[in-house]
């Protein structure tokens, strides 16, 4: 049989034009790509970067002022602020508060004329600050000053470098019977802000010369890099910032060099953080897109050299295949009718093979029996084989997974030791492990910040001696050996506050934790410590709120419950009687109808200070609700002594009321109950027989005093 010549590409010649082709598609979609995608995408990424660097940076200024100006407010509402008269006392308090907030470099309380009355260390006390914008602005209300350095304070704070910059917050001290005392100020060191900034920025980003610059109102630079900081600028994004706007922009500075630059503006969001200041985070451009730039190259390179690569091994494979095929056609040719060539199956890919194909059809059946036979032999041995490679392939396999399984459950472990030591000494709560011993073995870097032992000085030194105050050593050694005998204790795996000692021997208040863990030779104590200053602070300041009444800012009804049967009991030890004074006002609706509750809320006001100045200082005022008012008298000598302090309250009342809508007049009604030091009426008792005497007085014609 004939076959018809056909012309047929060669294989070399279809293995190098592939590859070739490939390979210059593949290198003009990369440069597509990198140039039309990665570059931007880069640069969108570094400018979000930035962008919430500048959000973060925004929110920490804003809120640590907010939680200075509560601080403040806190410090301001202390009794002993208020009332004290002794500066040692006040200046004690101020030291320790600076303890526990060193970025607080000074806090002082004034007199009403300006004259430093009492600073934390005695401070600037005497010193004259009425000129100071702190002093006017505290007198009116909350103040923050902006950004200053140091002037009365240069000489007195010790400081490696020697200059102090400051902001200050100041508002007005009252003392407990309203009247104006003086201004609290509290100069917040700008150390404060700089511990921000290196707190926001990672080792990276400083690698990466990502940097903080913060902006005064007038363009100067308050916080950045040291040859820029107290320099003006004047940059797109600074004026964006000014604006209330927050993002990030490629823009040129003043020493010429390309920057991205993310921006925000504090003060906007938090109204005790009134000083507004333009936060910029900045990085040079082609830092910024450094890392494409490479990848870029490294891309290029990479490719051109698999392009040649491929290119040469296309050539080559070419070539070697086909080698191979021309010879064993030829030889098949001369060779076909010998029987010499087993038949392949017929393909029509290429010419070599094709030619190959249709030379060895011919041999196929002559070749059937012979490989049937063949087949036939080998088919036993081709199970036995396979029987025994499989088995062999299995108990490997299980072999390897066994071993895999242990070197998985040992890295494992390794991993969780090293997460866990990890965890204990980054965590916020300081860390202590103690030995049944006492015995210190482990102590955290938060132990270190609390406690002020280093880790290599604390461990393997008795825990009592570290940070157990004196008092308290008794009484852990003996918990510590009953939990030894019995295994019952009142402070394990239970969470307790207790005083702990710090190492300049200042006790503090911690909630501690402790936790035991047996062991194969002993106990090993876990005890987490977290400081809990200001949550106590906190809490003294809310109870002292809930007990105030906000519009006169006398004591409420649950100051009264609290301090009335108080008094009841003070008399019947003294032996002496009291009185419950129970106060309404004639005519207080037609003030609120006539003039507003503005009006009705002024004459309150004034109300509770009048009575306030009629009465002793040992005496309780206390605002009930309404135009209602409660006033208990202590250590009197009889009826009379009341009824004359009756007199006096009913004689303040009639005096003219200026207010701010008008001037009014009216008058009250006062009923009053005696409690003797032998009788058994309660405080609830008390206040309803005051209510019902009022009433009496009332139907008598008002504007007099009834007792029961």
Excluded at 638 to 652: M, R, T
């Amino acid at each position: 049989m004939k076959h018809r010549k056909e012309k047929r590409l060669r294989l070399a010649t279809l293995v190098t034009a592939g590859v070739c082709a490939t390979v210059v598609v593949t290198m003009l979609a990369l440069f597509v790509l990198i140039d039309h995608f990665a570059a931007n995408y880069a640069r969108e990424q570094a400018r979000e970067r930035l962008q919430q660097l500048s959000w973060q940076m925004r929110d920490s200024l804003d809120l640590g002022m907010q939680h200075a100006a509560n601080h403040a407010r806190t410090i301001a509402d202390l009794p002993m602020v208020r009332d004290a008269d002794d500066a040692a006392v006040i200046r004690q308090i101020f030291s320790n508060i600076r303890q526990y907030f060193p970025d607080y470099a000074w806090i002082g309380l004034t007199d009403r004329q300006g004259r430093v009355f009492a600073g934390s260390e005695g401070l600037l006390e005497g010193a004259d600050v009425s000129q100071r914008n702190w002093f006017s602005g505290g007198k009116i209300g909350l103040f923050t000053g902006d950004y200053h350095p140091a002037v009365l304070l240069e000489n007195k704070l010790s400081r490696p470098d020697g200059s102090w910059r400051f902001v200050d917050i100041a508002l007005p001290v009252t003392h407990s019977n309203g009247e104006f005392r003086g201004v609290l100020g509290v100069h917040l060191s700008w150390d404060w802000a700089r511990g921000i900034a290196h707190e926001l920025l990672v080792p990276t980003d400083r690698q990466y010369q990502v940097e903080v610059i913060v902006v005064r109102d007038d363009g100067m630079i308050i916080l950045g890099p040291d040859y820029l900081e107290e320099t003006s600028i004047n940059t797109d994004s600074l004026n964006l910032s000014r604006i209330g706007s927050t993002g990030a922009i490629a823009e040129t500075w003043a020493d010429g060099r390309r920057y991205l630059t993310g921006y925000a503006q504090t003060g906007l969001r938090n109204p005790d953080a009134s000083v507004k200041w333009s936060v910029l985070i900045r990085q040079p451009e082609e830092i910024a897109l450094a890392d494409f730039r490479g990848l870029q190259h490294q891309i290029l390179l990479v490719g051109g050299g698999i392009g040649l690569l491929l290119a040469l091994v296309a050539i080559a494979l070419g070539r070697r295949l086909a080698k191979p095929l021309d010879d064993l056609s030829a030889a098949i040719v001369d060779q076909s009718k010998d029987g010499a060539i087993k038949a392949i199956p017929i393909t029509n890919n290429y010419r070599e093979v094709h030619l190959l194909s249709m030379t060895l059809a011919s041999m196929v059946e002559r070749e059937r029996q012979h490989v049937m036979h063949l087949h036939a032999l080998n088919e036993n041995l081709e199970n036995l084989v396979h029987e025994r490679t499989s088995e062999i392939e299995q108990k490997a396999m299980a072999l390897e997974a066994s071993l895999a399984q242990q070197l998985a459950i040992q890295a494992r472990l390794q991993d969780s030791e090293a997460e866990l030591r990890a965890i204990l000494h980054n965590a916020n709560d300081a860390f202590i492990a103690i030995d049944q011993d006492g015995i210190i073995v482990e102590w955290n870097e938060q132990a270190e910040h609390l406690l002020g032992w280093t880790r290599t000085e604390a461990c393997g030194r008795k825990v009592e001696q570290m940070i157990i105050p004196p008092a308290q050593r008794a009484a852990y050694a003996e918990s510590l050996q009953d939990f030894l005998n019995t295994g019952a204790s009142k402070v394990i795996n239970r969470r307790v506050e207790v005083s702990a000692l710090r190492r300049d021997g200042l006790e503090f208040p911690v909630e501690l934790a402790v936790a035991s863990v047996p062991r194969h030779n002993g106990w090993l104590f876990i005890a987490f410590l977290h400081d809990i200053t200001e949550r106590q602070l906190l809490q003294a300041t809310l109870t002292n709120m809930a007990l105030k009444d906000a519009l006169t800012d006398l004591p409420n009804r649950r100051a009264l419950m609290q301090k009335l049967p108080e008094a009841i009991v003070r008399a019947a030890r003294l032996g002496k009687p009291l009185a419950v004074l129970f106060i309404d006002l004639d005519g207080f609706k037609g003030i609120n109808d006539g003039y507003g509750h503005e009006a009705g809320d002024e004459l309150l006001r004034t109300m509770g200070q009048r009575i306030v100045g009629v009465v002793r200082a040992t005496d309780t005022v206390v605002r009930l609700a309404g135009d209602e008012f409660v006033v208990v008298l202590e250590m009197l000598n009889g009826d009379a002594d009341a009824l004359e302090v009756a007199d006096k309250i009913l004689q303040a009342i009639q005096q003219p009321f200026v207010l701010s809508a008008a001037t009014v007049t009216l008058s009250g009604s006062i009923g009053i109950a005696m409690h003797w030091p032998q009788d058994l009426t309660h405080a609830e008792q008390l206040i309803t027989l005051a209510d019902g005497a009022m009433y009496a007085a009332k139907k008598q014609g008002k504007n007099r005093a009834v007792a029961v």
